[in-house]
């Protein structure tokens, strides 16, 4: 009896303990530094309670610049005095059994280490997870590693970015049409374009035209 009510214990306690691993991730948790990236914050419901809120503190020297926006959910940022992204608040309800992720673009750090994502997930119930302790801890902040020896996603169209700046480069170097007119004028030489010219048969027939005068002239002054 004692046995069985030890086991039970043991399985009850295993049971409770599963849910405590089920907090805020954010992925990647690898990204290289100065780099667009895609950030997708995964928020699984670890209570019978619905979650109907999740806060999330915008590591320093991280830049959000665009946001996807999930069905039944709505957001709010705020800002610090300077103008810069501070938390970022979505606002829904999930199932018991269900989970939500947002995602966003933002700019890493320039310099390697480490970012926190702390996090505050509300319930119906009015229950909270604060997601803001050490790896180790009952109740961890996602974390994410800035290395130079990470691959860079440059995520968010900076290959399109780069492609436009060698679209204008090229067209800024090549000529316009009026220039490729200008071109083709010089390279044709000179005896070709007098070829062209009729100057030269007109003043033949003029000439032509002139001795028959002449012999006109001399013939009507020798006839009596």
Do not use: C
């Not at 992925?27 to 979650?51: Q, W």
């Not at 027939?205 to 005068?213: D, H, S």
């Amino acid at each position: 009896m004692i046995r069985r009510t030890l086991l039970a214990t043991l399985a009850a306690t295993l049971v409770a303990a599963v849910p405590a691993s089920a907090h805020v991730q954010v992925r990647p948790a690898l990204v290289a530094p100065g780099d667009p990236v895609l950030f997708e914050v995964i928020v699984p419901n670890e209570r019978d309670a619905h979650t109907t809120e999740v806060t999330l503190q915008i590591p320093k020297d991280l830049i959000p610049f665009s946001f996807q926006e999930p069905e039944g959910w709505t957001r709010e940022n705020k800002e610090g005095a300077d103008g810069s992204l501070e938390t970022v608040t979505w606002k829904g309800e999930l199932a018991e059994d269900g989970f939500a992720r947002f995602s966003f673009l933002a700019s890493t750090p320039e310099q390697p280490g480490e970012i926190s994502w702390k996090a505050i997930q509300t319930y119906d119930d009015g229950s909270v997870s604060r997601w803001i302790g050490a790896p180790d801890s009952d109740n961890p902040a996602a974390v994410t590693t800035v290395s130079a020896d990470a691959p860079r996603q440059n995520a968010g169209g900076e290959g399109a970015e780069d492609a436009t700046e060698a679209t204008a480069t090229a067209t800024a170097a090549a000529p316009t049409s009026g220039e490729g007119e200008d071109t083709e004028l010089n390279l044709s030489s000179p005896a070709e374009d007098d070829s062209d010219s009729p100057l030269p048969l007109i003043l033949s027939i003029v000439a032509v035209a002139l001795a028959a005068v002449a012999v006109l002239l001399q013939l009507r002054r020798r006839t009596p």
